[in-house]
């Protein structure tokens, strides 16, 4: 390469492309990468020709793009999770194929394995979990405290904005170059310069940074919103559940991205700069690595699944008419967990040379944390006990979740004994084990999210035999991936491991591929469920707005709500808001007068930053100095121009409030209330006949 | 000179506004505050890693050959020197002393704050010039991972401040602008206090235990 080549396009050249792999060396590896690469691309062409051939181009921008609206925020953040899921899920599968393959090397070669597992680790924690979790918070957490919208709008576009810009390098990867093979924790010194010079670690680093500031910027946000913007009447102890692990997630976000942040920057270091944090020679120490890393990334783990519990607490107390059981030992179990988890994070790493005192402090705070666990699975229970129990859809996900769950956590409290961890680290065992709590803990909560808040969002409720089927699908499938992994675990199959040779494991190997198939149905399942909810729509309206006789405030106004979330901020009196105002019928009253609302303006930055982060990572990864510069100073432009801009803010006349809203209370009084019998019938026009008895 | 009443932020003079306003201001102040604790975790990191490191020098220069403290002591003097101009600018601004004032001790800020990084970047190549560079060792890695990021910090305040004086000529200053006002000098504060580890864990300890 001549040096003007080099000058223009750093260490950029055509063999990046996986087709010249495929050309020079044809074989099933580099036919899996090639058909990788030509999914996303033809996804990709595909979503470009519906938006020109639905004209859908102005309205993208104009609704969504630019829309500082929390509850449009949300929503593209979980559709964004959605997409990242589907990848994450088909990367599962091809990996189960390997591995069920048979003794031998199956069909993959080690590094194109390795890139897998990199990436579905990566694409799972990073930018399907936290990105489900952050697009729920945004557009439930604003409603549930009778807020207009968060305290920082234009900053939660940017975060949506570096988030998914992160997400797109992992897309950009499966074409351009390779992925890291290092694993999702990425640990140096393999990930350094010296034994991976190649681009992999370096697209692993910068999607790291560039989102986990996204995610920091939506802790910031999320915080200061509970903190100073709640309705009147809103003390603390009124929070809807959810709320209260959101601000336990916002705090664990605010404390456990920097570690993240830090470690990733620092291997940037060693790599880019020739510094040596984390090299072999001259000082460097891995071990701050492992530190830093698991430092954010326990967790980062409770920061996901804290809002999980969040909405099955909503889910259980909804779907059982009760009042929540043991609210205040709920609030109390939530900050519990918050805490304890930033005193466990060594027990990532028990075998690596610390003192046998040190891990059993470790192993001992890590079994702690099953106590406010247990609490809450007790509450959540209690909560079902004789109550009005419907088997809907969330509900099952719920039931689901805490059979299998449990066992998940179990299984966490017998790695969290060191002795044990020495005998079974680094097997599949672990990995069944953190896929049992991710899969009931995260994944199935934010499923059941969707199907418990699809009708607030869209205004009609999502087809249930499809949801029933879906939830059978993910569990069964869950079982057959995951259940023979904890058996070949202790036997002794080392996770990660491309080829295997001893035979008694094939039996286990081939279960779970049957799983993962499975699995595959269970993301079509979701695909199909929305497909036919869409179609059938007209069948499931429910413009009243509260399907399921909710109990918190976000089911006190119209679906899918206006954009001001609230004509007139609520006054809230007590515990579940909506369930007392339903109680006391103080619900859907006219007020008595209407003010204007200032809503914030829309605004290009959020997407204008997501392209350059984009484009300064990619020049980044590829050594294009100039571009990386020109960027820098491109987005530090942007950011000051639009510091100039005082005006962000349009106003909605109480005029045009009035007319909306008591428009909205004239079709809740036209409209018949139903019983709980009929919540999945179409005579469900989303307003509850309260059949709650001794409910509040 | 007018005191503030219970209407106002503390520290800040916005005059007769709505609470819903007062209410904004508090918000964003709050949420600089937020981000600046989240800014303080990157920075104890960094701490973190430098004490680990202090005797990972691999043969190379440490905190005795490299360390100036006279150096240190003009940049400390610099510094903190500058927070209190930023502090008299804030008061000035809350007792309506006249942009003037104002405008004085900004720019005082800024020059002092042009002033340190001079010093500290003369200081790293003096370092540099004895072998003190980042590729030498874990030690210096762990230096130059920590005392330019505090650099980074400050420069990214100088080219804020400059910023905010134009837009108090642009914008005029309004009760945004006062916010923002507001939130620099948060962060100038923040940087001193950050500076004061760094003369004391970096440079002191360093050359205590290094």
């Known amino acids: 390469m001549s040096s003007v080549e080099s000058t223009v ?59 500082t609206d929390h509850k449009k925020l949300g929503i593209m953040y979980i559709v964004f999770a959605l997409v990242m899921l589907a990848r994450g899920v088909l990367e599962g599968v091809v990996m189960r194929a390997q591995q069920a393959a048979g003794p031998g090397d199956g069909f993959l070669e080690a590094g194109h394995f390795a890139q897998l597992f990199s990436t579905h680790g990566t694409i799972m924690i990073f930018f399907v979990a936290v990105p489900f979790v952050v697009g729920f918070i945004n557009f439930i957490m604003p409603l549930q405290i009778g807020a207009r919208d968060v305290a920082f709008p234009v900053m939660n576009q940017i975060s949506l904005g570096l988030t998914v810009s992160g997400g797109m390098m992992l897309m950009v990867s499966l074409v351009v170059g390779e992925f890291s093979t290092g694993g999702w924790t990425a640990y140096p010194p393999y990930t350094g310069a010296a034994f991976n010079p190649g681009v992999g670690p370096d697209y692993w680093i910068w999607a790291i940074v560039v989102s986990g500031v996204g995610t920091t910027l939506s802790g910031i946000n999320f915080a200061v919103t509970i903190y100073k913007m709640r309705a009147p009447g809103m003390g603390f102890m009124r929070l809807p559940m959810f709320c209260w692990t959101v601000i336990c997630s916002s705090i664990l976000i605010i404390f456990a991205m920097p570690p993240l942040g830090v470690a990733a920057l620092l291997l940037a270091a060693d790599r880019y700069l020739d510094f040596h944090f984390f090299t072999n020679d001259l000082g460097g120490n891995m071990m701050n690595y492992a530190n830093l890393f698991w430092l954010f990334g326990h967790p980062e783990v409770y920061l996901l699944v804290l809002p999980a519990y969040g909405i099955y607490s909503e889910v259980f107390a909804t779907f059982s008419a009760k009042k929540l059981y043991g609210y205040v030992s709920l609030v109390i179990a939530t900050m519990s967990i918050a805490v304890l988890s930033f005193t466990v994070w060594l ?26 666990t247990g609490v809450k699975v007790y509450d959540w229970m209690a909560t079902m006990y004789r109550g009005r129990i419907r088997l809907s859809v969330p509900m099952l996900y719920g039931i689901g979740f805490l059979i299998l769950f449990v066992i998940g956590g179990l299984s966490g409290v017998i790695l969290a004994n060191p002795t044990i961890d020495f005998q079974v680290h680094n097997t599949l065992f672990l990995v069944a084990h953190f896929h049992n709590v991710l899969l ?5 909560a934010m499923l059941a999210g969707v199907n418990y808040w699809f009708p607030k969002a869209f205004g009609f409720r999502l087809d249930e035999r499809w949801g029933r089927i879906s939830v059978a699908l993910w569990v069964v499938g869950f079982l057959f991936t995951f259940m023979p992994l904890y058996f070949v675990g202790l036997m002794g199959m080392p996770r990660r491991s491309f ?24 993301l079509l399942s979701v695909l199909v469920q929305l497909y036919v909810s869409i179609r059938d729509r007209a069948r499931n309206l429910v413009p009243v707005g509260d399907p399921w006789d909710g109990r918190t ?73 100039w571009l990386a510069l020109g960027v820098t100073v491109l987005m530090l432009l942007i950011v000051i121009v639009w510091s100039f801009d005082t005006e962000t803010e349009i106003v909605i006349p109480a005029a045009q409030i009035k007319q909306e809203h008591e428009a909205w209370l004239d079709l809740v009084a036209r409209t018949p209330a139903v019983d709980r019998d009929d919540e999945a019938a179409p005579a469900n026009l989303g307003y509850a006949r309260p059949d709650m008895e001794g409910a509040t | 000179m007018r005191h503030s009443d219970h209407q106002t932020y503390p520290g800040i003079n916005l005059g007769d506004i709505d609470p819903r306003h007062q209410q904004r201001v508090e918000t964003a102040q709050f949420g600089f505050w937020v981000f600046i604790m989240s800014d303080l975790v990157y920075f104890g990191l960094m701490f973190a890693i430098y ?3 202090i005797d990972a020098q691999a043969g190379g220069p440490g905190p005795h050959e490299l360390f100036d403290l006279r150096s240190l002591f003009a940049q400390t003097v610099l510094l903190l020197t500058s927070s209190m101009t930023v502090g008299l600018a804030s008061l000035a601004l809350k007792y309506h002393l006249g942009l003037g004032r104002v405008y004085l001790w900004l720019v005082a800020t800024l020059l002092l704050g042009f002033g340190f990084l001079t010093l500290e970047i003369m200081d790293f190549m003096n370092m540099a010039a004895k072998g003190g560079v980042p590729q030498r060792s874990g030690f210096l890695s762990a230096f130059y991972g920590l005392v330019p990021l505090h650099g980074l910090h400050v420069a990214t305040g100088c080219l804020w401040l400059v910023i905010l004086m134009i837009q108090m000529q642009v914008v005029g200053v309004t009760d945004q602008i006062k916010s923002r006002l507001m939130r620099f000098g948060l962060f100038w504060h923040f940087l001193d206090l950050i500076w004061i580890g760094i003369f004391t864990i970096v440079y002191f300890g360093g050359l205590a235990y290094g």
């Open chain 1, 499 to 522: 080829s295997w040779e001893d035979p008694s494991f094939h039996p286990y190997m081939i279960v779970a591929v049957i799983g993962a198939l499975i699995i595959l149905l269970a």
């Open chain 1, 553 to 625: 405030l976000e089911w006190s106004i119209s679906a899918p709500p206006p954009a001001y979330n609230y004509a007139v901020l609520p006054q809230v009196r007590d515990r579940d808001a909506f369930a007392e105002a339903k109680e006391s019928g103080s619900a859907y009253l006219k007020p008595t007068g209407y003010d204007d609302i200032e809503l914030p303006k829309n605004t290009s930055i959020g997407f204008l930053l997501c392209v350059l982060s984009g484009v300064w990572m990619f020049a980044l990864v590829w050594w294009i100095w």
């Open chain 1, 440 to 444: 009931p803990g995260v994944l199935f």
């Open chain 1, 9 to 67: 396009f750093g260490r950029l050249t055509w063999d990046a492309l996986p087709i010249a792999a495929l050309i020079k060396n044809p074989g099933t590896n580099e036919i899996v990468a090639n058909a990788a690469g030509a999914i996303l691309v033809l996804g990709a062409a595909v979503v470009l020709f519906i938006l020109s051939y639905f004209k859908l181009w102005g309205p993208l921008w104009r609704d969504w793009l630019t829309s």
């Open chain 1, 347 to 372: 027990h990532h790493f028990f075998t690596m040379g610390q003192s046998a005192l040190i891990n059993a402090v470790f192993g001992v705070a890590t079994m702690l944390i099953a106590i406010p």
């Open chain 2, 51 to 53: 004490i680990t490191m």
